[in-house]
């Protein structure tokens, strides 16, 4: 078993395609082996003319309506990334070069299990320098409306959400987990987006879900599921929307060790709570587990 208090990558290459939910574009991504301190790095081979490297940082995220997006100083942009960023973080890969020959992440069938699938398969490769966590000491917490996102301390890493739709395919759930990477793959990994057919039309006019169909998100009618499968799992929905905050905060760059709590949040939501937590640094110091080496604040 890994030991995870020191940096991993990817032991070998791994690689993945498939359309992206938003553009409808096809794409090629190879997740790479990086050296240590590192970080998630985003290279646009499609793009030659100007600096195609797009570094994961809190502050890179430029757009959250329905997905993440991160650039760079040159306007060079990745797009939903969360859940193969979440897949990263759960898989123990602190490390990682990822070429996309396309704007946009494949969505795959919606979830991560394909993403975490395949890191399993590539399997890790430690490295010779600690693992930073981002332990918090205080907490942040960020409102709009009714809608809340919060960071408070914890012993290890827990994640909490409650969300509330008058469809009754949906209604109200909640999730409350400890959180690991074998907690991800039995309790998260596979539970996919999803989306109502009445907003399907305005969304496409906006230039979004595109390439959204019932193979990668669950479409919800009035108070129907749609999709002839049915769900993975009774609460399918409010375990996905815990699923993207994972990813969501990994843009930190590290794995926090504190509770994440969501009520009604999304990624606007969860990228604020990013950055207050940044603005803050009195809530949060940078933590190693790694034996006989010194905390580092």
């Not at 498939?18 to 499609?46: C, M, N, Q, S, Y």
């Not at 859940?83 to 890969?93: D, E, F, P, Y």
């Amino acid at each position: 078993m890994a030991d995870f208090a020191f940096q991993h990558t990817v032991r070998a290459p791994v690689s993945f395609e498939g359309i992206g939910v938003h553009t409808g574009e096809r794409a090629r991504v190879l997740v790479k082996p990086a050296a240590a301190d590192t970080g998630v790095v985003f290279v646009r081979t499609d793009v030659q003319d100007r600096q195609n490297r797009v570094p994961v940082t809190g502050d890179a995220v430029c757009k959250t309506q329905l997905g993440t997006v991160i650039t760079n100083s040159a306007g060079v942009t990745v797009s939903t990334i969360e859940h193969l960023m979440a897949a990263l973080v759960m898989a123990g890969v602190d490390n990682t070069v990822i070429e996309i020959d396309g704007p946009e992440m494949p969505i795959m069938d919606g979830s991560s299990v394909d993403f975490i699938r395949g890191l399993d398969r590539a399997g890790l490769r430690a490295l010779g320098e600690p693992r930073r966590f981002i332990e918090i000491i205080d907490v942040v917490e960020v409102i709009d409306g009714d809608k809340r996102a919060t960071l408070r301390p914890a012993q290890g890493f827990e994640v909490a959400f409650e969300i509330a739709f008058t469809s009754r395919a949906i209604g109200r759930q909640a999730v409350d987990l400890r959180m690991d990477g074998e907690a991800f793959r039995r309790e998260l990994a596979d539970c996919r987006t999803f989306g109502f057919l009445h907003e399907v039309e305005a969304l496409r006019a906006m230039g979004l879900a595109l390439g959204g169909s019932m193979e990668n998100v669950v479409v919800i009618d009035g108070d129907q599921v749609l999709n002839p499968e049915g769900l993975r799992r009774p609460d399918e929905f409010v375990r996905h929307k815990a699923l993207d905050a994972i990813g969501d905060l990994f843009v930190l760059g590290a794995p926090v060790l504190g509770r994440f709590e969501g009520v009604l949040a999304g990624h606007a939501l969860n990228n604020a709570l990013v950055r207050a937590l940044l603005a803050t640094p009195h809530a949060w110091r940078l933590r190693t587990l790694a034996p006989q080496m010194a905390e580092a604040v």
